[in-house]
């Protein structure tokens, strides 16, 4: 499958359960993880218009930073393989050689040369300095930033946004979606809809003015409800709870969600349901953002 051309729309599937019925809400699920096999879920949405940027400009190299355990860097690599870049992941942490995460092993197949930076230089990732020095160092590639989060980015989350409003002929009142970089939930928010975004990282509270910051071009965006207490110890960290939850959910509803985005998103979403935080009557569709291929094995099956 090209990766320009993808399966769409995604599904729109509206789930019902005990605790949706006494929040006295809709609630639907978009399954951009279904978009594509490998470039899943908000990754193909925000690489899209990076891809078209960078062929157009002639760049036969992509150069972009990830940790470890990187969906960003994974559908990166891919997307370059299937269209015909050259790719470079600058990663963060030291290189463990044949213990790579399988994340990373799977960059290395599809022909992603990762160059590995001490964390205290990981974050320069964002000086225009380092940048220009990258830039040097590896003869001008096309620069992708971390999660994919760019202008470039904003522009095809919109078209998600749009294709979702019209699956259900309406806006919903709200989009709920989990956080790392904020790209998605500042592509959401610039199309004027209100978004509940859930951070994965702990002390993501940064993220707000971040996520404001890529939407200042856009005077009519929604408003942001930025919740950090569903982090579960940390990015990429979770408890038997999440576990629990994720397996249930998968179990009551026939969607498989990953411990680290989605899960936490939904977690979160349904504690603020048993609380009483939505009005009765509205409406949310809560964005799967893929991630799959990171599933710990015991949520598999």
């Known amino acids: ?40 879920g908000n990754k193909w949405r925000k690489l899209k218009y990076n891809l078209l940027e960078a062929k157009q400009k002639g760049f036969e190299t992509l150069l972009t930073f990830g940790g470890a355990f990187s969906n960003h860097l994974y559908a990166t690599a891919a997307a370059g ?57 590896f003869n001008n590639p096309f620069i992708i930033p971390e999660g994919g989060t760019s202008g470039f980015a904003l522009k095809g989350v919109q078209e998600m946004v749009a294709e979702t409003n019209m699956q259900l002929n309406r806006k919903p009142d709200y989009y709920a979606v989990a956080a790392g970089t904020g790209g998605t939930a500042a592509g959401i928010l610039s199309s004027g809809t209100h978004v509940l975004a859930f951070s994965a990282l702990k002390g993501g509270d940064f993220l707000k003015e971040d996520i404001l910051g890529l939407t200042a071009d856009y005077a009519d965006h929604g408003n942001l409800h930025l919740f950090t207490d569903y982090h579960f110890k940390g990015y990429a960290r979770y408890t038997q709870e999440l576990l629990d939850f994720i397996l249930n959910f998968k179990k009551d509803h026939g969607i498989q969600l990953e411990q680290v985005y989605t ?39």
């Open 263 to 301: 899960g936490k998103m939904l977690f979160g979403l349904y504690d603020l349901m048993k609380k009483g935080y939505f009005a009765k009557g509205c409406s949310i569709a809560a964005l799967h953002t893929g991630g799959l291929q990171g599933l710990l094995p015991e949520l598999k099956g």
């Open 81 to 137: 393989a299937f269209s015909g870049f050259k790719t470079i992941g600058i990663v963060r942490g030291e290189d463990r050689g044949q213990e790579k995460s399988s994340t990373l092993q799977f960059c290395e197949k599809q022909g992603m040369t990762l160059y590995f930076v001490s964390r205290e230089e990981y974050r320069q990732r964002n000086s225009l300095d380092y940048i220009a020095g990258m830039a040097e160092k």
């Open 1 to 40: 499958m090209d990766l320009l051309v993808p399966s769409l729309p995604t599904p729109l599937i509206q789930v019902y359960d005990s605790i949706i019925d006494n929040a006295g809400i809709s609630l639907f699920i978009k399954r951009d993880d279904l978009i594509h096999p490998t470039v899943s």
